[in-house]
């Protein structure tokens, strides 16, 4: 199948050579086109998100398992930059809000937002988004003992989780170009007697002090990330943020009979 990429949209997506060094975001693309692997994957995961689909529209399923084969497969220290690169102007932010294409793999056909119920729901059904909901769940889970509410070595791990929801019925991304919120596309307004339950959920990314420390530690580590990936060829065990593949959690996840199915609890 070919697939006609609007020029403009491949330079949005992919970058370009006289763009390095701009912002962060620009760099970590710049970065992932220098690398034949990051590359390659990404180039895959902008054609079927910007494929067209026989009956209209874009093809979801296969935008959305091309992303995850993306963060499965990728080199660690390059996917993780491209998703949680700093930003200090709206441009730079429309850019990150843009890298996965939000358009096929995060909204959904109509103008507004469903209710949360309805992906949530979609999730507790398949075995790919089930147990990375629950990873993420235990991984950015707050902890009332440690100082700071959040555990020393916590963010790695957080990270992690949240790049593996990325691809999935809950896919989240970047509400606005104003901050580093993020979300999936849903609200709570028509959740009805559930109500509770999709607050909670949503809360799970909008009021989650780990998981907003974990992405500003690491924007604070940035300046150690692009280096270290050079090493990564020489020894890609040793990259600073080495991501399992997510593949794996797909079947047999042990968090299965450890957490109770979707016990969601709001992270004030």
């Known amino acids: 199948m070919v697939f006609c990429l609007a020029p403009a949209m491949l330079l949005l997506l992919l970058g370009s050579p006289s763009s390095a ?27 079927q998100c910007l494929g067209r689909a026989a009956a209209g529209g874009c093809p979801q399923a296969r935008c959305r398992r ?20 700093s930003c200090v102007n709206a441009a730079c ?3 990150r809000r843009q890298t996965f294409v939000p358009a096929c793999a995060f909204s959904g056909p109509g103008p507004a937002p469903p209710s949360c119920l309805a992906p949530l729901d979609a999730c507790e059904h398949s075995r790919v988004c089930r147990p990375r909901l629950l990873a993420f769940q235990a991984s950015c889970a707050p902890a009332p003992s440690a100082p700071d509410g959040c555990l020393q070595d916590q963010a790695p791990r957080c ?6 929801l990325v691809g999935t019925a809950i896919t989240p991304n970047y509400v606005d170009n104003a901050s580093a919120r993020v979300a999936p596309w849903c609200d709570c307004g028509a959740s009805g007697n559930r ?18 420390g974990a992405i500003q530690a690491f924007d604070g580590g940035w300046p150690v990330i692009l280096q270290d990936q050079l090493d990564v060829h020489q020894d890609p065990e040793n ?13 047999g ?15 004030l």
């Open 21 to 47: 060094g701009r912002n962060r975001c620009l760099d970590a693309a710049e970065a992932c086109t220098a690398d034949a692997r990051c590359q390659r994957l990404r180039t895959e995961y902008v054609a």
């Open 66 to 85: 091309a992303l995850r084969r993306f963060f499965a497969r990728g080199p660690p220290a390059l996917t993780h930059a491209l998703l949680f690169c």
């Open 93 to 95: 932010a429309e850019r």
């Open 159 to 164: 990270l992690r989780a949240f790049a593996g």
């Open 195 to 212: 109500r509770e339950e999709c607050e909670a959920f949503r809360g799970l990314f909008t009021r989650n002090r780990c998981l907003d």
């Open 239 to 251: 990259s600073l943020l080495q991501v399992s593949s997510t593949d794996g959690l797909l079947v």
């Open 253 to 267: 996840s042990s968090l299965l009979p450890m957490l109770p199915v979707l016990a969601l609890q709001p992270l």
